[in-house]
């Protein structure tokens, strides 16, 4: 019988499963962030304190979680403020981040251009386009391989 | 600064000899060409067919005259060259996954050999039995082996790897070697991202590295060890060299080498510089024409219309070679890529010609 008339299901398997020596991913699970602060944010929205809020937004990065759910809430706290900034806003609040803020920033833009909503992504354009201007092609490269997503 | 283009395939991996006028390299298939320098041009005069698949590792030991190469059939080859022919040994390495770098130790008495088994291999000639042997180093290594480098007293070995992780082992062989004196380097060093290349500098007290997410790092052995790393704006780096003491050059997805300042007192490191041919910017004015086009194209009117890359290479560097100098004072140093091109670049006349280049 010709060969290629033979089952061919072996290859269907996934050899590496079978091997004792496996890489398993070994995260440190680190110190917990739970993300910014929900109604701290609110208020300084209201109040009309961009700059301080944005701050606020971008500390305690839920980057060491499992929990979808704190993860997804902080990226709505997040996003809340980057759409809620005038464009002209946008630039000196980009400038007053250092090298770790603008990759974390640009982490955040790229996970809110995954689920745009009305007219989201306009303004994540203009911050991408600030954001980018600082962190340049590092920043972007770092977004795609960081192994601690926000 | 000169530029030679072997082939239009990329140059997998190089090395040169001892006086630097041949050059051995894989032009991304199954054999290792060896080129000649005439003058200005380059000849070539030996073919080595023995792989079965690509070569991904060539390391030339420049005081006994012999070529280790490695390759994705799971084996490396000891060329040593007899009257006019280099014969190939084989040296079975026991991966069963391909061997990815391979490097000679400094006393040329054993080679080091990654891989994607998860393993190094160390291989040494047993003279009873006239055959390579090699010897594992297995834990705690998780997954493929990028890059190795050999510390100067022979026996410790700097590795990175896929599993984020850079180490530096002790690779002494007792049927080789005396036992090593103590160092300054205690025991391993878990870090980053996925790594690339590691160079240890000309006194051994420092490793650097560059790795996936665009950052560079160097890590000082001792007592209380000290990393210190760069997140760059750049695209990522493939490869990176010592040039002096204080200073690395290395190059990636940019198409040029960039020049990096490490500063022991302060533990920082520094953006150098781009060390590349300075653009002849044309001083031409755009017509309206020309300024409708750039903005259907690229929806910008700018001024500059740069076709290609202004750099020498024109596609990304996979390896960078110290020529002269040694890896503490080096003085040319030579740069191949995957457009089959290699580049020799001059220290001395770099430095002349971008002003505010530092290389302290």
């Not at chain 1, 269907?12 to 680190?30: G, Q, R, S, T």
């Not at chain 2, 040169?16 to 005439?38: E, F, G, M, S």
């Not at chain 2, 006393?107 to 055959?131: H, M, P, T």
Request: hydrophobic share 35%; aromatic share 8%; charged share 25%.
């Amino acid at each position: 019988m010709a060969k290629n008339t033979l089952s061919s299901r072996f290859r269907k398997l996934d050899i590496d499963e079978f091997d004792e020596n496996k890489f398993v991913d070994d995260h440190d699970e680190a110190v917990d962030n739970q993300g910014p602060d929900g109604a701290e944010i609110d208020n300084l929205i209201r109040q009309g304190d961009m700059m301080t809020a944005f701050h606020i937004a971008l500390r305690n990065p839920p980057v060491n979680t499992k929990n979808p759910a704190i993860k997804e809430r902080a990226l709505a706290i997040v996003l809340r403020v980057l759409t809620s900034f005038k464009s002209s806003d946008i630039e000196p609040a980009v400038k007053s981040l250092d090298r770790s803020g603008v990759d974390l920033l640009m982490k955040y833009i790229y996970r809110g251009f995954k689920k745009p909503s009305d007219n989201s992504s306009a303004i994540l354009l203009q911050w991408h386009e600030k954001a980018f201007a600082v962190g340049g092609l590092g920043s972007i490269v770092r977004v795609l391989t960081a192994r601690k997503t926000v | 600064m000169s530029y030679h283009s072997f082939l239009l395939e990329p140059i997998s991996c190089h090395s040169w000899n001892k006086d630097r006028t041949q050059i051995a390299l894989c032009p991304n298939n199954h054999d290792v060409h060896i080129y000649k320098k005439d003058g200005t041009k380059w000849t070539k005069i030996h073919e080595l067919k023995e792989h079965n698949g690509q070569v991904t590792g060539i390391d030339w030991a420049p005081e006994s005259n012999r070529i280790v190469t490695c390759g994705t059939d799971r084996n490396a080859y000891v060329w040593s060259l007899k009257g006019e022919v280099w014969k190939p040994t084989l040296v079975i390495l026991r991966i069963n996954r391909a061997a990815r770098c391979v490097s000679w130790s400094p006393k040329e008495n054993k080679f080091a050999v990654g891989s994607g088994s998860r393993l190094i291999s160390i291989c040494y000639f047993e003279q009873e039995n006239d055959w390579w042997v090699c010897k594992h180093i297995k834990k705690p290594i998780r997954s493929t082996v990028l890059s190795l480098d050999w510390h100067p007293n022979n026996v410790l070995l700097a590795a990175g790897s896929c599993d984020f992780k850079c180490r530096v082992f002790s690779a002494y062989i007792k049927e080789v070697e005396e036992k090593p004196g103590p160092t300054v380097w205690g025991s391993k060093m878990p870090f980053g991202e996925v790594l690339f290349e590691s160079g240890p500098s000309g006194v051994g007290n420092r490793l650097a590295w560059t790795s996936h997410d665009s950052t560079v790092a160097i890590a000082e052995g001792g007592k209380t060890s000290t990393i210190s790393s760069l997140s760059s704006e750049t695209l990522p780096l493939l490869c990176v060299s010592f040039i002096t003491e204080n200073s690395l050059v290395a190059a990636g997805h940019d198409c040029y080498p960039v020049l990096f300042v490490y500063d022991g007192t302060k533990g920082s490191v520094t953006f150098g510089g781009k060390l590349d041919v300075p653009k002849q910017t044309s001083q031409r004015g755009i017509s309206a024409r020309e300024r409708f086009q750039n903005l259907d194209r690229r929806a910008t009117s700018s001024e500059t219309t740069e076709q290609g890359l202004e750099s020498l290479h024109k596609n990304s560097i996979s390896q960078i070679s110290v020529l002269e100098g040694g890896k503490s004072k080096c003085s040319t140093f030579c740069t191949t890529g995957m457009d089959g091109g290699m580049v020799t670049w001059d220290v001395k006349s770099l430095e002349s010609a971008l002003k505010d280049l530092k290389i302290v």
